[in-house]
């Protein structure tokens, strides 16, 4: 049941983490602000309107979106919040979790290079090499605690993290809360890797690939990202914050402060740093994946 819930309140409260994100750099920057619930108000707006195609897009930017937003909901099934577990769960379901990410943003990748826009070909370019650099860091961080805990299921690891591991394993799960922070940022298009505001040309990376999407298309593309905020971040506070009382209700309203205290921080991230530079963007996440792999050393040890 605690499951059902938790897989539920993913799907309703997704969104939300991006209202207090855009709030919370609104507050520091001493404005007032969106409201809370805008992404929301947008995604209904974008679902009343129609779409409009190209002539010269082929069934594969329409799929784009769809396939996108589904690999997500499939994936939601399979994280667990904290102690509550997934409401699907088997060994190995961790590369079931990073392949459905994969899928996600393969078609995606291919619904801007349908269009045949130069533009929407230099942002899918650079989509596929960073994220080629922050998988590794992802799959290996998961190894890790895969190695650490003695399972293989994202359940069964999660519910291992409690105050104990963290007392015998300090270090190499302090380095996987890191690089999944790093990992976090970047396959969420959020600074210092990208900026989902930002309209230079010279920069741009994932916004670049959807600007030919517009209605129910672009209404699912910014829902499919919301649930991948989630997805990542449940992760990440699954890590970091090691309640596991036995209570799923308690375990699972820790997670959920765990969740909106990192939707506040990565707020704070983006008001106190600037986007980095292109080139050096491939460094950080090399960095993200020698801190996974030194987790998987230490964990080896």
Same mark, same amino acid.
């Given at each position: ?7 539920? #309140? ?24 969106? !409201? %809370? ?8 707006? %974008? ?21 996108? +937003?589904?690999?997500? +909901?499939? @994936?939601?099934?399979?994280?667990? #919040?904290?102690?509550? @577990? ?16 994969? %899928? ?15 533009? =929407? ?12 650099? @922050?998988?590794?860091? +992802? ?22 993290? &409690? ?8 270090? !190499?799960?302090?380095?996987? &809360?890191?690089?999944?922070?790093? $990992? ?16 230079? =040309?010279?920069?741009?990376?994932? =916004?670049?690939? $959807? ?7 672009? &209404? ?39 969740? %909106? ?8 991230? =983006?008001?106190?740093? &600037? ?21 998987? $050393?230490?964990?080896?040890?």
């Amino acid at each position: 049941m605690a499951a059902v819930i938790h897989t539920v #309140l993913a799907l309703l409260g997704a969104p939300l983490l991006l209202g207090i994100i855009n709030r919370t750099k609104a507050l520091i920057a001493g404005r007032t602000g969106q !409201p %809370l619930l805008q992404p929301y108000f947008d995604m209904v707006k %974008l679902l009343r309107k129609a779409a409009v195609y190209s002539r010269t897009t082929t069934w594969l930017f329409r799929a784009g979106p769809i396939v996108g +937003l589904a690999a997500m +909901l499939v @994936a939601i099934t399979l994280v667990p #919040l904290g102690g509550v @577990a997934a409401v699907v769960a088997f060994p190995g379901d961790l590369l079931l979790f990073a392949y459905l990410l994969g %899928l996600a943003r393969y078609f995606t990748v291919l619904a801007a290079l349908d269009t045949g826009s130069s533009f =929407e070909g230099m942002g899918a370019s650079r989509e596929l090499t960073f994220s080629a650099l @922050a998988e590794p860091a +992802l799959l290996l961080g998961l190894a890790a605690l895969a190695h650490q805990s003695g399972r293989l299921s994202l359940s069964a690891m999660y519910a291992t993290v &409690a105050p104990l591991a963290w007392a015998q394993a300090a270090a !190499p799960l302090a380095l996987l &809360a890191a690089a999944l922070l790093v $990992v976090f940022l970047a396959e969420n298009a959020r600074i210092p890797v990208d900026d989902p505001t930002t309209h230079l =040309e010279l920069t741009m990376i994932h =916004e670049v690939m $959807v600007l030919d999407h517009g209605g129910p298309d672009l &209404a699912f593309i910014l829902y499919g990202g919301a649930l991948k905020l989630w997805l990542l971040g449940a992760l990440l506070v699954g890590l970091v914050v090691p309640v596991r009382s036995g209570s799923p209700w308690l375990d699972g309203a820790a997670a959920l402060g765990g969740m %909106l205290a990192l939707a506040v921080l990565t707020g704070i991230i =983006e008001s106190s740093m &600037a986007r980095l530079r292109l080139v050096r963007v491939p460094q950080l996440l090399l960095g993200a994946g020698v801190l996974s792999t030194l987790a998987l $050393v230490l964990s080896w040890r």
